[in-house]
């Protein structure tokens, strides 16, 4: 029997590692038929540079007569998350002395070279693929971190993701359409973002609990106002459980608070600012309201203003084409 189900049965409100399952839905991308022949073309091409010592120091050689960064490959695995991004992203950053190393015959055999060489289409692939990748990939980074909480990241960065890496583009290769189309199907049905019971879920009130997401912008207003009543609801109940005599003056002042204006709130990125810069620059919504990069207002951005409408129309159009 599947130790997770076990698990599920047990503990009712057992949450899943969100990392894991973004990595779930990108691989499902990955796994697309495109996709996978340009990723394994790439494997073999820096899996010969791993394993041969003669390629690994002309590569260098080429690295220093090309003015290009002296880094080695990488390989991906398959038990590593984002190996695949890292693969690639390295792979094209040094494409000129590859090639270059490929096509001397005094390194590289007439029968490996062609074995290894990759057609213009696949680095023109590889191309798309890693913007698209790196976001999902700091996002998965985000919400693993061990020194700050990550259960409120869950739903402003997964709409955040579909509303803008993964919605498809006119200058986008066929590939890369099905691979933003599939990653986002994924997510949408893992996370059920479309679900009825989203207001009722773990990582929602813990939104509503963080100063920075407490209004809940990134939702359709039904679901907003559900998932608002249902927090009243709780706080109603655990009053009535430890403090009897709760009076309704309580209640107003608990709700009161729940509308005012979010105070600063420490960014947990502050301790890796060079994180939050990337971050800023993958999530098009944190740049968009021209309030600097401070720690405080940060994660703030990230899930404010005219980004969010936008999101909300995304689930509904997501959820009439669903019909």
Known sequence: MNLAMVLCEQFPHHLGCA??????????????????????????????????SVAVCALKKRQEQLGVKVHKLQNDCATRWNSTFTMLERLYEQRL??????????????GIRRS????????????????????????????????????SFIYPVLLNMANNTLSAN??????IRSFKNTVRKELITRFKLLSRLLAESIP?????????????????DDVREEAQARLTQLVREDGEVEQPGATEETLRSCKDNVDEEPFDVPDPLSSRPEHRDQLCHQFPLALSHGEGS?????????IRKDGLHRESLLIQSLEHSER
């Open 116 to 151: 290894l060489a990759m057609r213009e289409c696949q680095w023109e692939l590889v191309a798309q693929l890693i913007p698209v990748l790196r976001p999902l990939a700091k996002a998965t980074t985000i919400m693993c971190g061990e020194n700050h909480v990550g259960l």
């Open 204 to 220: 929602i009130t813990a939104c509503m609990l963080d100063p920075r997401f407490k209004h809940l912008k990134f939702l359709p």
């Open 19 to 52: 990392g894991h399952t973004i990595q779930l839905a990108i691989k499902a991308g990955l796994h697309l038929p495109e996709i996978a022949k340009t990723t394994d073309a790439a494997r073999r091409v820096v899996s010969h540079f791993r394993h041969s």
């Open 97 to 110: 002395p590859v090639q270059a190393v490929l096509a001397d015959e005094t390194v590289t055999k007439v």
């Open 294 to 302: 401070s720690d405080a207002n940060f994660c703030h951005c990230l």
């Open 170 to 175: 006119e200058s986008d290769l066929a590939a």
